[in-house]
């Protein structure tokens, strides 16, 4: 089947200029991840989304980061004003959001330069 | 704080010269350990769950085992086409809800 999806691929922006990324969870799963790889770093926790509970954002480094998911399934993670730092790639990840074991797929990843 | 701590970070194999790739761990309390395989331009590939000390779990030439404080993967006789970078990751009981928390990696290469 289907797996996750993000679009676009690559994004190339302005210092300064706002972005938004996009994630398509497999059919189905209930929990929705970001995570940020950077170079030479592993990857790192963004935000969580699991059913309509209030979503996990512990992971957001600053508030030029948001994200939704709306109708419980396509998500959007928005950076404002975006930095050099900014750079990297960005992983989406979904699972079922089982008790007992909890496998999260991800999506091939955006990455984004910042310029 | 959890952690996790993979080595080596790049390892270089002749074709058929079996090894092994390091996880170690701290965390709080581990409700699984998870393996993905990346290559270039991909998002990680699950591989494996391990959940309780002892257990093992075995995928063509790839054989991970799991103790208390850290995680093996073994990889028995391989190919070119195993190298990749192998992520390790955990998910802990409590408090930290399902977020996986990643180690840097072990970039391998097989050479023929």
């Known amino acids: 089947g289907a797996g996750v999806s993000q679009s676009p691929s690559n994004k190339v922006t302005e210092k300064g200029k706002d972005v938004e990324l996009r994630c398509d969870p497999i059919?189905?799963?209930?929990?929705l991840y970001w995570y940020r790889q950077s170079l030479g770093q592993g990857l790192e926790f963004l935000i969580y989304?699991?059913?309509?509970?209030?979503?996990?954002k512990s992971g957001l480094p600053s508030d030029r980061f948001s994200a939704e998911r709306t109708g419980g399934s396509v998500s959007t993670l928005t950076i404002q004003r975006t930095q050099q730092e900014d750079s990297a790639v960005y992983l989406c990840?979904?699972?079922?959001?089982?008790?007992?074991?909890?496998?999260?797929?991800f999506g091939p990843g955006t990455r984004l330069t910042v310029l | 704080e959890d952690q996790v701590t993979q080595s080596p970070e790049a390892l270089r194999l002749q074709e058929g010269e079996s090894s092994s790739l390091n996880c170690s761990y701290t965390?709080?309390?581990?409700?699984?350990l998870f393996w993905y395989r990346q290559d270039p331009g991909k998002g990680p590939e699950f591989l494996f769950t391990l959940y309780s000390a002892g257990e093992e779990k075995e995928k063509e030439r790839l054989k991970a085992t799991l103790t208390k404080k850290e995680s093996f993967l073994h990889i028995t006789a391989p190919k070119p086409e195993d190298s990749a970078t192998y992520l390790c990751?955990?998910?802990?009981?409590?408090?930290?809800?399902?977020?996986?928390?990643f180690g840097t990696g072990t970039q391998l290469k097989v050479e023929l």
């Open positions: 059919s189905g799963h209930t929990a």
């Open positions: 990840a979904s699972s079922l959001a089982r008790v007992d074991t909890d496998t999260q797929y």
């Open positions: 989304f699991q059913g309509n509970s209030a979503p996990d």
């Open positions: 990751a955990v998910q802990i009981l409590t408090g930290g809800g399902n977020k996986l928390t």
């Open positions: 965390v709080s309390g581990l409700r699984g």
